[in-house]
Structures are given as structure tokens and as C-alpha cells.
């Protein structure tokens, strides 16, 4: 697979999404786009008093220019659109519940919507036009993955991918010609971040800033295309193939336009950690109404490669609590939840829970089946008493396969958004039902609305 080819079919995938306006969505691609934004939002919410995050925002508050855009951190903040991509960017991963795009690692929605929500209320654009850029970004960057896709988990998405998406995104919002999309892409491209996956992993909470960085990246190259600082049209090749190693097929970007949306494809959270570690969680769960988990004696995971690489029985943040499969399983079995309480700094530490943790063990789930079945788990308890139970999850809750009710995420969104914001929920409520006049209206004003304490 050739840098030509690549770059013919981003021509052709910026051509598709150029031309694309919002009533050419289909209205359940609309109404995921506008479940996509709330959740996120809320995912930002959720992360408001993180001690760490409070003081990255109050750094960037402390350096900002004219206000412009919302920090969502119930603190009634507002900077100029940057220093707000770059603070929401930053929450938007911190909590774990951010929506993720299933087929491949990447989580798209936040790619695309720090950049989106600083943009359109800096500008004022309506709703609408924040969705129509929020799909159109998504399938940008869900292509972007699916044409590069790497043998092993090296590169963490949020560092290699967010760039990109935040780009396209700006760029459809923006409505740029497609001379520019193609060199804002392609510059933003040459500036993502070779974030390690084993930094999470390994404690390190730089990984949550790499949404919030790349979001201002994605904001500078587009802003940059368009005094004509571009980057070649070769670049995704030249950067995720010839730089990154990864296997090229310029068929996920060109082909099959409109027959199936990238954002129809994502998957929710309701458990705070890595998605690989929930079939975990929900086989925990179910084994916990067979017996007591504080009588367990040990814990065994038959479980997928993605999961086996989140190996760390002694996490020291929290960051690493959801990204070790010692702690995700522990923790859920104990607390009987995988809630956002359940992976606070309070239960890392938790004598009990860290005892376990050095009880649990893995080994591959072989043969693992094809997608959407490919992170399956097995979860063994052995009690204290000798009694073996075992439970199977082949695909957890939350992707297109097993998606969860609509009513499920609202009350996610709505019980953690409501203490923060009270009027939030409500005007949420009005985009995820689509109504035409919370469309068609100023996103500046919606803000508004719902940011009121």
C-alpha cells in the first residue's frame, strides 16, 4: 500500500464528508451524535473535582486570554477557545466514561468534541452544525484507525489519533474547502503525541492530558491550513506507516461512504475503567449474587490478550487502578460495583481490596472469536471454602451488538450531571429528543442554559 494511495483516498473520504450536510444524516445517526455529546459532556463532569485536574485548569486559567468558552467544572469558568479545548480536552478521559469507537482503539468522540465545544460556542454556531462536525470528524477519524491498525498495543490512541480528529472535526464545522481540510489533516497528523499505552498502565497521568493537548494542536493546524501551513497529503502514510509501523489499507478511508456511520459503531460506559476490563466486571457481578466476595480465596481470568497487557497487581494512581486487571477485578468483586466510586483513590487503597489483588491471575481465552465477541472473559472464583463458580462474559454491555437503553445512559448522564448543573439535564434532554428548536438554535445559548448554578 502505497503514500499515494493513501492520500487518493483521503482525497475521496474529504470530498464525502465536504459535501455532507446535516439532513443528509439519517435520524438515528443524528440522535447517536447527540447521545455521543451528551455522554462525553457528562464524562467531563464527572471528572470536575480530580485534585490533579483542578490544578492543570487552574493553571491554564491562570495564563488564558479573553473569555470565549465553558470549562465544564461547575466552577463557572470560561477562557479564550484554546485554553478551553485544552482544560475540557484534559477532563474528558479523567473519570474513564467517555464513549469509545468499538471496531478499533479509538476513542473518537473526544478527538472531536473539546475542539467542537469551544469552536461553536466561541463563534456561535447552532447545534446542529456542532453535530453535523461531530460525525463527520468521528467518521474521519474511526477511517484514520481503521486504515492503520498495528500489531501490538504500543502507541496509545489518545496521543496518535486525537489530532486528527480534532482537525477534521474543526474543519467541518468551519466548512472549509477541501484543499484545506486535506492540509489541516495532514499537518495535524504530523503532530500527534507517541504516547506509550503502558503509561496508564503504569500510573502515569500524562496520558490524560493527550486529549486536551492535542485538541489545541488540532485548533492551531487548522487554523494554520488556512494561511497555507499544510502538511502533504502523504502524511497519515508517512506518519502511521513509514514513523509508527503500522499496516496501511486506504480502502477504510475511501469506501463505502454512507452505508454505515463510524458514530453508529461506538460503545458507552458505565463502568469508570478501560473497557477491556468490563466482561470482567460484569461476570463479577453476576457471580456476586451467588456467594459473598469477601469469602473469596482467589480469582482467575480467562480473558483476551488487551486485557492480559493491563498486568499491574499494585497500582499506585488511579489512572492505573483502571488500567490493571488485579484492580478492576478486585474491586468490582468487593464493592460489587464498577462505578466511579469503586476506582476512587479511597478503594485503590483499601487493605482488603490490595490483598486480593495479589490473588488474582490470568491466562488466554484461546481461541478468542471475531468481532464483536473479541475481548471475552472467564471469570473463576475459588472460595474460601472450596467452592468454585465460574462465569462468562463473550461481549460486555454498552456496543452496538448489546447496546444499553437509551434510558440506561440518560441516567448515567443525569445522575452524574445533576448535582453539578441542575438545569444541564434538562437541556440535554431537548438535543437528545431533537428538537428542532434546540438544533437549530445557538449552541452559545444552549450553554448557557445548562451551565447555570
Known sequence: MTAESVAAALVKLVAFTSKTEWDDIPQAVQARAALVLADDIAAMVA???????????????????????????????????????????????????????????????????????????????????????????????????????????????????????????????????????????????????????????????????????????AMRAVDWAGHGIKGLPSALHDVYADAFGAAPDAAELSEGFGDGWAISDGYHKVFACCQYGHATIEANLKLAQQADPNEIESIHLVTHEKARIMDNPDPDTTISGKFSMQHIAATSALNRSGGFEAFSAHVLHDPKVAALRHKVTMSAYDPVPDWPNDRPTRVDWTMKDGQELSHEVMSARGGPDLPFGPEEIRAKIEGIVELAYPAMFGVLESILALNPEALNTSWRGRVARMTVV
Open 47 to 217: 471528572a470536575r473535582a480530580e485534585p490533579e485536574l483542578v490544578a492543570l485548569q487552574k493553571g491554564v486559567a491562570a495564563s488564558a486570554g479573553a473569555a470565549e468558552a465553558t470549562i465544564f467544572n461547575a466552577m463557572g469558568v470560561r477562557l479564550d477557545r484554546y485554553s478551553a479545548a485544552l482544560a475540557n480536552g484534559c477532563a474528558s478521559d479523567w473519570a474513564e466514561l467517555d464513549e469509545g469507537y468499538r471496531r478499533v482503539i479509538c476513542h473518537a468522540g473526544i478527538y472531536c468534541l473539546p475542539t467542537l465545544l469551544a469552536e461553536a460556542e466561541a463563534e456561535d454556531y447552532t447545534t446542529s452544525d456542532l453535530l453535523r462536525a461531530l460525525v463527520l470528524g468521528y467518521e474521519t477519524v474511526a477511517r484514520v484507525a481503521r486504515c492503520f491498525t498495528f500489531s501490538n498495543l504500543v502507541l496509545h490512541p489518545h496521543g496518535s489519533l486525537a489530532a486528527v480528529g480534532g482537525a477534521a472535526a474543526l474543519c467541518a464545522l468551519r466548512r472549509l474547502a477541501p484543499d484545506v481540510t486535506i492540509g489541516a489533516i495532514s499537518s495535524a497528523a504530523t503532530m500527534v503525541l507517541p504516547g506509550p499505552y503502558t503509561h496508564p498502565i503504569k500510573g502515569s497521568l500524562c496520558r490524560n492530558i493527550w486529549p486536551g493537548i492535542s485538541a489545541q494542536t
